[in-house]
């Protein structure tokens, strides 16, 4: 279902972001990502001259190498438009990211590393969704591995369709939407058991605050 209809208006500025994710040949997985930042309108730059409508702002591009434990091994930038004519020489910072491991505490070891002036606004902000993808592209492994229904997610209640009393909920994990109702029913004793422990990852651990990567 689409957006109500907006009042009369003018675009004026787009941002693209393109972020995908790829299992490589040897066995660890890359995450690429490209921003644009693109006006309706032409306008003049100090360092560029003028800037037409529709040419990019900002075009930024990076990769993430990770490995299977969500580590990464390298991380290469590239800034092929920007507003300034010294804004790519600061991409080679990027580099540094590499030994972090994307979890909790992520982005702000990330900011530690390349924030402010030791890094470009636009490349750290790509970072947040880097991780997310990267959440994503390596569910291909824990698909690979037979999870224990028995346990309840770490996925429980993070959003309204993973909410403990959810029909999702109650299709995937059976037993623990017994254990739900029973709680509610003032039975925690016979629920506590099926409420501890945890299946799998939460993909949003990565938004964690307070805990530094392994």
């Known amino acids: 279902m689409p957006l109500s209809p907006p009042a009369q208006r003018e675009k004026l500025h787009t941002r693209t972001i393109v972020i995908e994710g790829y299992r490589r040949a040897d066995g660890l997985f890359d995450i690429e990502a490209r921003l ?28 993430l190498t990770i490995d299977a434990e969500m580590r990464v091994v390298t991380c290469e930038a590239n800034t ?3 507003p300034y004519a010294i804004c790519p020489a600061i991409t080679p910072n990027f580099a540094a990211l590499a030994g972090l491991r994307i979890g909790p505490g992520w982005m ?9 002036v030791k890094g470009c606004t636009h490349l750290v902000e790509l970072l947040g969704p880097m ?9 291909v492994l824990r698909r690979e591995v037979t999870a224990d229904k028995t346990r309840p997610p770490a996925l429980l209640n993070t959003c309204h369709a993973y909410a403990a009393d959810s029909p999702v909920v109650a299709r995937r994990w059976p037993r623990l939407a017994q254990a739900v109702r029973a709680a509610l029913q003032g039975r925690e004793g016979e629920s506590r058991e099926v409420l501890e422990g945890s299946a799998d990852e939460d993909p949003r651990d990565v938004q964690a605050a307070g805990t530094a990567p392994r």
């Open 36 to 63: 644009t930042d693109t006006k309706s309108y032409g306008f003049a730059s100090e360092d560029r001259g003028w800037i037409e409508a529709g040419e990019p702002l900002h075009g930024m591009l990076m990769r």
């Open 80 to 82: 092929e438009f920007a």
């Open 108 to 116: 702000r070891a990330v900011r530690e590393r390349v924030g402010g």
């Open 131 to 139: 991780a997310t993808m990267a959440f994503q592209t390596l569910i």
